[in-house]
């Protein structure tokens, strides 16, 4: 596992974000539509890394282009793999490994869960509930799950790091 893991979310334009992540070797960005709730669904994604065998995946719509995340529970790690696909219609059914591997990370999940709260916390903070859906408009601010989601990293993770709301 790398020692290092950033996680961020800019809202871009109306219905358009900007998602970056990155480890010590390698960062990928995004520019993610509404067609459906990125943000949302990642969060939940995140959330099934606390139940038992944990695998999700979570499609994000490039408009065509499918990145695909596939969250891996591996002990206490998580394997992210995003797959990328050219046309989303085209490979909804399609098998992970017909995607090319765009980026890779294991790490540990109380880092990555940490990242990825604290980033939603700061869009929270920057644009409010309402002003995120002015923005992203087709989805309202995913509060309760974010919350459950800091709820499940504070319980099972024993993070040492501040969680400024
Ligand atoms: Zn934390």
Not at 75 to 102: E, K, L, N, Q
């Amino acid at each position: 596992m790398t020692g290092r893991i950033e996680f961020d979310w800019q809202l871009s334009g109306s219905g358009w974000a900007t998602c970056r992540i990155a480890d010590a070797v390698a960062e990928a960005k995004y520019v993610v539509s509404y067609c459906t709730d990125a943000l949302a669904d990642l969060i939940y994604g995140l959330e099934g890394m606390y139940r038992p065998d944990p695998v999700e995946r979570v499609s994000f719509d490039l408009e065509p282009v499918e990145i695909r995340w596939v969250l891996r529970g591996v002990g206490a790690g998580v394997d992210v793999s995003i797959h990328r696909f050219p046309d989303m219609s085209a490979s909804f059914d399609a098998p992970d490994a017909d995607g090319t591997v765009s980026w890779r990370s294991t790490q540990p999940r109380r880092r990555l869960v940490h990242a990825v709260v604290g980033a939603v916390q700061k869009v929270l903070q920057e644009h409010g509930e309402a002003g995120y859906e002015a923005r992203w408009v087709r989805f309202p601010f995913p509060t309760g799950a974010l919350q459950d989601l800091l709820r499940l990293h504070l319980l099972h993770d024993e993070c040492d790091q501040p969680h400024e709301p």
